[in-house]
């Protein structure tokens, strides 16, 4: 569903009276405040420090000989990544040259890193990373050459702009949960205590259902390198 049509689901939900809105720009208060709750619902799911696995995107790029530090925009994504995804040993970023190909060992704190990478250290093929304070990605040591660095990231945060954008990488059938948590709100503006009730029990149960598909527990779905 695309924003429109959850703001549509959202008002029918409700007890407020009059067509879907068609447009936040052509609503009345009432419904610009529909618009607002899916929207905010949406920031809030994305940003609740779960691993969802809906957020997770792959990044592909080269590096550059004696640079170290790549930003967003290096790393071919729109926006600033939340964070690295999880590494074990099946999520590691890797590094690839030529015939040659070099996994990332591990991530290393951002101390860990400048104990590890002294300044002096020879260049050569990446073997760890880190994340600076400025949220760029620091490759370890600084690449002697051009590596394509493969990685996974926790994708920007995405805010609706247009009534048909959707909400990227959730699937359909989790989608509702945006509804029922913007219709905690909306009951409480209309002083609705039943439609809260009913708003927290199914916000919880389409929760739990979300997070046993693409939550932090998904280990079953772990892929190789």
């Keep these: 569903m695309n924003w429109q049509q959850l703001v549509a689901r959202l008002k029918q939900e409700t007890t407020r009276i009059g067509p879907a809105p068609a447009s936040p720009d052509s609503s009345a208060r009432d419904d610009l405040s529909l618009w607002n709750w899916i929207s905010d619902a949406w920031v809030s799911l994305q940003t609740d420090g779960k691993n969802w696995r809906f957020a997770r995107t792959t990044c592909s ?4 000989a004696t640079v170290a530090d790549y930003d967003y925009a290096d790393m071919g994504l729109d926006g600033n990544f939340q964070r690295l995804w999880p590494c074990n040993d099946y999520y590691r970023p890797r590094a690839a040259n030529a015939s040659t190909n070099w996994a990332l060992s591990r991530e290393l704190s951002y ?3 400048g104990a590890t990478f002294l300044p002096g250290t020879a260049a050569g093929a990446p073997r760890a990373y880190t994340v600076t304070p400025d949220r760029k990605l620091r490759i370890g040591p600084t690449p002697d050459a051009a590596y394509t660095i493969t990685i996974d990231v926790v994708r920007p945060v995405q805010r609706f702009a247009g009534p048909g954008d959707e909400p990227t990488g959730l699937p359909e059938e989790h ?3 945006l509804v029922w948590e913007a219709l905690k709100h909306a009951a409480i503006d209309d002083a609705a205590p039943e439609l809260l009730a009913k708003a927290n ?6 929760y739990a259902r979300l997070f046993l598909q693409e939550g932090d527990g998904f280990g079953l779905h772990r892929r190789s390198l």
Excluded at 61 to 64: I, K, L, N, V
Aim: proline share 0%; net charge negative; glycine share 0%.
């Design 111 to 113: 101390d860990e890193f």
């Design 201 to 206: 029990d199914k916000h919880k149960a389409d």
């Design 175 to 177: 989608q509702l949960v």
């Design 61 to 64: 790029f080269s590096t550059t």
